[in-house]
């Protein structure tokens, strides 16, 4: 599925697809479908209908080519011999910064993770799953008896919360609304077309990052000159190893890394988080069987958990079923619909000819709803993950050295959530349209999903 070639073998063809018009190719068709209520992914649907498991298009000025093969798609993000490295669009990379995980080089990209990936231990995420559910359980006891709630909202606010108290141990109500509007103009930015002018949308994320990036630096010198408390918390740790320098090769990040990283891993872990779960009401809401066996569960469950403070990862371990329901929301909605690449070397993807400099998107969408993949792939069926003799390919938190870092992290927060709005409210989905946000990167339900709440009483 997947070789490579020194120069032009000669071999095979360049993918199908049109170039669209002279210099700006296919960029107004994709800004379009951003810009409609079927989301910047139907841009890709619709050619992959047309051309197949390997299209090629032109936007932002370079060529771009999506593949929905599962063996190629494993075999680019595995990258074993390392002719793949990330590269996200341009506005992209300047909004959560040149130093981002998310943007590095190869080699600087393989350094970052090295000095990030002990942060995302197996006790981060059980003093995690404490605060977390902690947040959960404030948030929950707020919502009014009766009334409605839209889940992406208050969502989107418990996990901003979780993430800055993870990170930097922010806690303060004004810093915490000041901080989540301003990470919320970056990421309303990052498909905008890159204009630097004042009125723009790509203009006024740039100016949301300086706030931010400005804010940290001001959180990292009160913390060093001892103003702000420290804690145990992720900046803590990449401070205190930064202060303690040594050789170059060895060297700890630098104080651009950390902020911009620590811009990277909110983005990465809310809005997704977020998005996920309330995916996950809906499809709940839609699936009346699935609903009642998850809630016999995790009943059952609170029964054994009613004396403790709060929900411990051992307790986590016990939703076998609640695990399953988040795997097949997680396969469902696709939270991230593509995994950008940029090609290092000449190679043949699915037979065709791809350039040294082409970016090849794999289109996880597609593979997670491909019917030779999943069998019935529109059903929300979390049964379907019961054969585990039978393992598909799962794509939700990508594959290989670019795999996501806080999977962990992600499903404890799902599995948390669920376990508590079950247990303590019954709900109705209130506006079941699928429509998905306009200008978001990962894939946001455009209603939030309203549910009308009634608290179970005991
Ligand atoms: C349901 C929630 C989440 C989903 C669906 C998700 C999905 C993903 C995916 C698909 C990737 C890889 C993209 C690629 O290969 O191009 C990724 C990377 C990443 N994720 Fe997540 N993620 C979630 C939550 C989180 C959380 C809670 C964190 C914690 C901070 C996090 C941190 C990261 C980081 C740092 C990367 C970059 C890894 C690298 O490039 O080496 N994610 N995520």
């Keep these: 599925m997947l070789q490579f070639h020194d120069g032009d073998s000669g071999a095979g063809h360049i993918p199908p697809g049109s170039r669209g018009l002279p210099l700006i190719g296919e960029t107004l068709h994709f800004m379009a479908a951003i810009n409609s209520g079927k989301g910047f992914y139907d841009f890709v649907r619709i050619r992959s209908r047309r051309y197949g498991h390997c299209f090629k298009t032109n936007m932002f000025g370079e060529t771009h080519v999506f593949v929905s093969s599962t063996e190629s798609a ?12 990330k590269r996200y669009i341009m506005s992209i990379a300047r909004l959560v910064g040149d130093q981002s995980l998310l943007c590095a080089s190869y080699q600087h990209h393989k350094f970052l993770r090295s000095r990030l990936l002990h942060l995302f231990s197996a006790s981060s995420v059980a003093l995690l799953v404490k605060q977390f559910d902690n947040l959960i359980v404030n948030t929950l006891s707020g919502w009014e008896d009766g009334g409605t ?28 609304e000041m901080l989540l509007e301003d990470v919320a103009q970056v990421c309303e930015a990052m498909l905008a077309f890159p204009l630097r002018l004042p009125w723009t949308r790509f ?13 940290l630096e001001k959180i990292i010198s009160e913390r060093r000159s001892g103003l702000r408390d420290s804690h145990e918390d992720f900046l803590q740790h990449l401070l205190a190893e930064h202060d303690n320098s040594g050789s170059d090769e060895n060297r700890k990040l630098t104080d651009a890394e950390i902020q911009d990283n620590i ?19 809906k499809y709940l809401g839609e699936n009346e069987e699935v609903f009642d066996t998850l809630k016999a569960e995790q009943i059952h469950l609170a029964k054994k958990t009613s004396k403790k403070p709060f929900l411990t990862v ?23 619909p593509w995994f950008p690449r940029l090609v290092l070397q000449d190679c043949q993807i699915e037979g065709y000819n791809i350039k040294k400099g082409w970016n090849v998107n794999i289109d996880a969408r597609s593979i997670q709803l491909d019917p030779m993949v999943y069998n019935d792939p529109n059903k929300f069926n979390p049964r379907r993950f019961d054969d585990e003799s039978r393992p598909c390919i799962f794509l939700a938190f990508g594959m290989g050295g670019r795999a ?5 992290m992600a499903k404890a927060m799902m599995l948390v959530f669920l376990h508590r709005l079950v247990t303590t409210y019954n709900w109705k989905v209130m506006d079941s349209d699928s429509s998905v946000e306009k200008w978001a990167l990962f894939s946001r339900l455009r209603n939030g999903c309203p549910i009308h709440v009634k608290r179970i009483t005991p």
Aim: contains cysteine; charged residues 25%; aromatic residues 4%.
């Design 74 to 85: 494993k075999a680019i993000l595995n990258n074993e011999l390392g002719k793949f490295t």
């Design 314 to 336: 051992e307790d986590l371990s016990e939703m076998d079923y609640a695990s399953k329901v988040v795997k097949e929301s997680l396969r469902m909605a696709s939270v991230v």
């Design 203 to 215: 203009h006024m994320g740039l100016q949301a990052r300086k706030r931010i990036m400005s804010r």
């Design 263 to 281: 811009l990277t891993m909110i983005i990465a872990g809310q809005d997704t988080t977020a998005s996920a779960m309330t995916w996950m009401v």
């Design 404 to 408: 996501c870092l806080g999977m962990n």
């Design 149 to 176: 709630v839209v889940i992406l909202k208050e969502a989107s606010k418990v996990t901003f919360k979780a993430m800055c108290r993870m990170l930097m141990s922010l806690e303060r109500e004004t810093e915490l």
